[in-house]
């Protein structure tokens, strides 16, 4: 914490009693652990020796890699087998290939667990369409390693570019980057006016978390409005 607070929200409506963690070395112990990495918002990343010590600290460690498709080195799914009954690693597809509203993502686990979700979800859980415009999309290398380094270069030229505009970067992932503001929420606002959506945080009214710009077109666009506001 702070993080995604939707997991927090899922397992607090199922009955678990939520602790929110700052410190890997405070999670030891519990039954179920979910750590985002890299976290949203504030970008915090976790080596994969790290996190698989701590699975077994753990009774279930569900590692939510929403934002790993731009650094694989991070990612914990290839140590995942059959009979690995700690760990779940959740992966998004629509951030990375720009397709939210396809609603397809993945679990990763062992065999058992997997059964389990399963059945809880149903057998028309994703549509057809959705798995093989999927398929399709995670077939095609060539696209996916030309977008990786496309983004790369795309949030290094916007962290600069909104530095340049008076705002203190905290911290820099491929595809979103939080900044520090003197008044995030009125500055968030006042963006909304110029048709510009950034996330602010109530309970941290001072931060702002800027997804990635799709071209020099819409961060030339941003770079304007911060000018006029900060």
Avoid at 81 to 103: C, Q
Avoid at 174 to 200: K, P, T, W, Y
Avoid at 213 to 223: G, I, N, R, T, W
Wanted: net charge negative; proline share 3%; charged share 25%.
């Amino acid at each position: 914490s702070p993080t995604y607070n939707e997991h927090a929200a899922a397992l607090t409506a199922q009955g678990w009693r939520v602790n929110a963690i700052t410190d890997l070395q405070d999670a030891g112990g519990h039954d179920l652990v979910t750590l985002v990495n890299p976290n949203n918002p504030d970008g915090r990343r976790w080596s994969p020796e790290d996190v698989l010590a701590l699975s077994s600290r753990v009774g279930l460690l569900v590692v939510d890699e929403s934002f790993a498709d731009t650094e694989e080195d991070r990612s914990i799914a290839s140590h995942i087998n059959a009979k690995e009954d700690r760990i779940v690693v959740l992966r998004s597809f629509g951030k990375f290939f720009g397709l939210a509203g396809l609603r397809l993502g993945f679990a990763i686990s062992a065999r058992e667990i997997a059964d389990q979700m399963v059945k809880a979800f149903g057998p028309w859980s994703v549509s057809g369409p959705a798995l093989a415009i999927g398929l399709q999309a995670l077939s095609d290398q060539t696209w996916i390693l030309g977008m990786r380094s496309k983004v790369e270069k795309q949030s290094l030229k916007q962290a600069d570019q909104i530095s340049s505009c008076g705002l203190n970067l905290v911290a820099n992932t491929c595809l979103f980057m939080e900044f520090e503001a003197e008044d995030g929420i009125e500055l968030s606002q006042s963006l909304m006016s110029e048709h510009i959506l950034v996330r602010s945080f109530p309970d941290r009214p001072n931060r702002l978390r800027f997804g990635l710009c799709k071209d020099d077109f819409e961060l030339d666009k941003l770079a304007s409005a911060l000018k006029k506001h900060v």
